[in-house]
């Protein structure tokens, strides 16, 4: 059709404006700057009353700012007395209060799970048609809504949005989640429930293939932490990102605290994805890997394994791939070929992080429906299977 319509010759034309229709156009120009100039003297009559509330608006991503500190962020989080053996949705919970008190324009939210994300900001109410000051919404059970008024929100840029349900729900929100990713917006998903941890109801809610194909989307960074210190590390790691969303992968069973390394490597251990959790005093001979709920089980396997063995805790792939390749190299040092990994999960991504010459040990199936404990133990999910995966590596 581009000959008929000899688009050539009209593109190299000069459009024609009518004075009627450049009047009318300057007419409205006029008019809106009028309106403008009286919205900007309204807005400083505002300010002058209302400085605190002005520098507060004019400190986000609306103006051109709003870029959070992670270390003015994690400082604000105290840390975990008594060494708890809590789930990460629990901690999370607990760390989410001193953040929401530190940021006051955090909003969060909920698809009918309130109560099994733990993710409600305290003392403030519900929001409401009638109650616009609440900061926290009751999306219902609409998974794809949620994230998609959370996009919204981003897209807004005053409001910094949060919203949870179960991970495996991820399907339902996975368009948003990845126009989320596509467009920038530095949204936080809390997700938890996130393995076959589940246990009794069974494999239609026990994410298996979820994390991973999360890890897929471009732009997303899934963190998922082992215990209470790296759950406060991974809210602000995900807080303190201005170019893109993040998803915190949380789980419902109770874990195992980790004493092998200070709060305060564990906090910033997330910030670069992955870091050496408990370090070899001997020899390097091999290293565990792992994330989430399954850094215990490499743990407890490699003080059973001896001296030569190094822990490395992979929070976020994501984050861990962007680092310099000499800090990757310090955690996981190429000489060292013999590597296992462990994660309640499918295994492709990790063989990244193993090598040709290691073993991943995972879930490449659908879950069964039993109390979590007999879960991960029927699909092998334990630390007898890391120990004996290191043997066979370690004896060849």
């Not at 040990?361 to 630390?383: C, D, M, Q, W, Y």
Request: hydrophobic share 40%; aromatic share 8%.
């Amino acid at each position: 059709m581009r000959p008929e319509l000899h688009w050539d010759s009209l593109l190299t034309k000069s459009i024609f404006v009518s004075e009627e229709t450049r009047k009318f156009f300057q007419q409205k120009t006029e008019e809106r700057t009028k309106d403008y100039e009286q919205w900007k003297a309204l807005y400083e009559a505002w300010g002058a009353v209302n400085p605190q509330k002005k520098q507060l608006l004019e400190d986000t991503p609306a103006f051109g700012k709003g870029k959070v500190d992670f270390e003015a962020l994690v400082q604000k989080i105290p840390t975990f007395t008594g060494n708890p053996s809590i789930a990460t949705r629990k901690a999370g919970g607990d760390v989410l209060q001193p953040i929401a008190a530190h940021l006051p324009l955090l909003v969060g939210g909920s698809a009918d799970l309130y109560g099994s994300t733990m993710n409600y900001i305290e003392g403030s109410p519900d929001w409401s048609p009638s109650n616009p000051t609440g900061r926290n919404f009751r999306f219902g059970i609409r998974e794809h809504a949620m994230c998609s008024i959370m996009n919204g929100i981003a897209y807004h840029g005053i409001f910094r949005p949060s919203g949870a349900t179960f991970l495996v729900f991820a399907d339902y929100c996975r368009p948003a989640i990845r126009l989320a990713a596509l467009s920038a917006l530095p949204v936080l998903y809390i997700f938890t429930h996130d393995s076959v941890g589940v246990g009794e109801d069974g494999p239609t809610h026990q994410p298996v293939e979820t994390v991973s194909s999360l890890r897929l989307i471009p732009n997303l960074d899934v963190i998922r932490p082992a215990d209470p210190e790296e759950t406060a590390g991974a809210f602000a790691a995900g807080l303190s990102r201005s170019d893109g969303p993040t998803l915190l992968s949380l789980t419902r069973q109770n874990l195992q605290y980790l004493t092998d390394a200070d709060a305060n490597t564990k906090r910033r251990g997330v910030l670069h994805g992955a870091y050496v959790l408990l370090k070899e005093t001997s020899d390097l001979k091999i290293i565990l890997l792992a994330s989430g709920s399954e850094v215990q089980h490499a743990v407890n396997a490699a003080k059973k394994l001896g001296s030569g063995v190094r822990v490395v805790s992979v929070p976020s792939m994501e984050i861990f791939n962007r680092q310099t390749p000499e800090y990757r190299q310090s955690v996981i040092p190429t000489e060292c070929k013999k590597r296992v990994a462990i994660e309640a999960g499918v295994t492709a991504l990790w063989r990244e992080f193993v090598g040709d010459q290691g073993t991943v040990i995972g879930i490449n199936r659908f879950g069964i429906s039993a109390p979590g404990p007999v879960v991960f133990k029927t699909l092998g999910i334990t630390e007898e299977a890391v120990v004996s995966a290191a043997q066979q590596l370690l004896q060849n």
